[in-house]
């Protein structure tokens, strides 16, 4: 196994979720999404959880990673909570959200308190004007990574439990990497995962990768399934 340190990279993550509005615990009018099932190639059902996995706020205009970010940093100082923030997209059917992600909040009672500090880092949310609905999405985010390498393209990731990531020759399109992916689940015998697509910056390179999310992260596993995906894409 390779002994690297812990790397930080810049990158995008693409995955499908099934989300849906939700009512309780929010700012009065806003529009929040809450993730049914985060990771559906891997558990059969919603995992039995009674804190929020992945919530989207919707936010009221587009605003830079720089300017969340910031205002992310701020609100840590204040909360004193654990949370995790990050910038997102949400494509459902013909709309469009602009997205702040919030995951690792410990329960549902500080999302409102949470909201509330963000807005006074200036962070405003867009209003509710639509019913209750439940649908697929894509969900793009942009974030920094933080991961081990392991293996030749094979990273495991330094904050998230479950996850891995393994590098891919070309970049796919939303299709076809569905497509890769069903080829390689059913030639796949090992333990089912989830997987997503995405893609990093470094060393003056784009790397393409999926990320894998399974409870078994040894290099054996991972090498195998980074073979057969390379081998479905060519």
Same mark, same amino acid.
């Given at each position: ?9 810049? /990158? ?7 989300? +849906? ?13 809450? %993730?049914?099932?985060?990771?559906? @190639?891997? =558990? ?9 996995? =992945?919530?989207?706020? #919707?936010?009221?205009? *587009? ?16 909360? /004193? &909570?654990?949370?995790? %923030?990050?910038? @997102? ?11 702040? !992600? ?8 500080? +999302? ?7 807005? *006074?880092? @200036? ?10 609905? &439940? ?17 030749? /393209? ?5 904050? &998230?439990?479950?996850? %891995? =990531? ?28 989830? #997987?997503?697509? /995405? %893609?990093? =910056?470094? @060393? ?6 999926? !990320? ?7 290099? &054996?596993?991972?090498?195998?399934? !980074? ?8």
């Amino acid at each position: 196994m390779m002994k690297e340190k812990t790397i930080e990279v810049f /990158g995008t993550l693409l995955k499908q979720e099934t989300i +849906l509005t939700i009512n309780d615990k929010i700012m009065p009018g806003t529009l929040v999404f809450e %993730a049914l099932a985060p990771f559906p @190639g891997y =558990y059969n059902d919603s995992p039995n959880e009674i804190k929020p996995i =992945y919530l989207y706020l #919707a936010l009221q205009k *587009q605003y830079t990673l720089v300017d969340l970010t910031r205002a992310t940093e701020n609100v840590e100082k204040v909360f /004193g &909570e654990k949370f995790d %923030a990050g910038k @997102g997209f949400i494509q459902v059917y013909d709309e469009k959200y602009d997205v702040l !992600r919030v995951r690792h909040l410990q329960h549902y009672d500080l +999302l409102e308190v949470l909201q509330k500090a963000y807005i *006074q880092e @200036g962070i405003k949310f867009k209003k509710k004007t639509k019913k209750d609905f &439940e649908a697929p999405s894509l969900i793009r985010l942009v974030k920094f990574f933080e991961f081990n390498p392991i293996g030749e /393209g094979i990273y495991i990731d330094n904050k &998230e439990e479950n996850h %891995a =990531y393994i590098e891919i020759p070309k970049n796919l399109s939303w299709k076809e990497f569905n497509e890769v992916t069903m080829k390689v689940k059913y030639n796949w015998e090992e333990i089912k995962f989830d #997987a997503a697509i /995405g %893609a990093f =910056y470094k @060393g003056r390179k784009l790397h393409e990768f999926v !990320r894998i999310y399974t409870n078994n992260l040894s290099l &054996e596993y991972l090498e195998g399934l !980074r073979k057969l995906y390379i081998e479905k894409i060519s």
